[in-house]
């Protein structure tokens, strides 16, 4: 999607939710109970995303991977 104001009824609808590790997107897909796989962007502030999305794998949440 380029936009769309709320992202809540695909989340709702969706088998498997493939997102960003950011930590608004990964909670956003979590509390829905959806099976999560983050993609990382290296690049963004000292690698961020991947501290996160590490910990969430630690703690059984994600699985995770990078480009």
Do not use: T, W
């Not at 290296?42 to 690698?47: I, R, S």
Request: hydrophobic share 40%.
């Amino acid at each position: 999607f380029r936009f769309k104001e709320s992202l809540a009824e695909d989340l709702r609808s969706a088998d498997l939710v493939i997102s960003h590790a950011g930590a608004g997107s990964c909670l956003e897909a979590l509390e829905e109970g959806k099976p999560l796989l983050v993609v990382i962007n290296e690049k963004l502030m000292n690698n961020h995303q991947l501290e996160l999305a590490k910990q969430l794998h630690r703690d059984g949440h994600v699985l995770y991977c990078n480009c």
